[in-house]
């Protein structure tokens, strides 16, 4: 495995919440600072959330307050829980360290809509 590999999307209505995970590249060594990240189509990928190895969180704007980022140091992962998705958090969702590598899954699909 030389990509990080997303899993957890899927279709949700308005309101609704999913789940994603991530596993790590095992050409990675080391623990690192995390990322989730999504690009929306016809737009550039953008960061969503990243953590620190200690815990340390950062949120864009637009997931405020609805997404929670987590890790599990043992086993180098990243979480991202999404609570009262919006049509527009309608996206491909990667994860990566942060900064981003060049080890980019295929991410995960999340679609919001009723």
């Known amino acids: 495995q030389v990509q990080f590999v997303e899993s957890g999307g899927g279709l949700v209505q308005p309101g609704g919440s999913l789940r994603l995970s991530c596993v790590p590249p095992r050409t990675i060594i080391g623990i690192y600072d995390m990322g989730w990240y999504r690009q929306a189509p016809g737009k550039q990928r953008e960061l969503v959330a990243h953590?620190?190895?200690?815990?340390?969180?950062y949120y864009a704007d637009f997931v405020k307050g609805r997404f929670t980022i987590s890790r599990d140091n043992a086993k180098n992962t990243a979480l991202l829980q999404m609570n009262s998705l919006k049509p527009e958090d309608t996206a491909v969702y990667y994860c990566n360290s942060y900064p981003p590598s060049d080890y980019w899954g295929q991410g995960t699909q999340v679609t919001v809509s009723s």
């Open positions: 953590i620190t190895i200690g815990g340390g969180t």
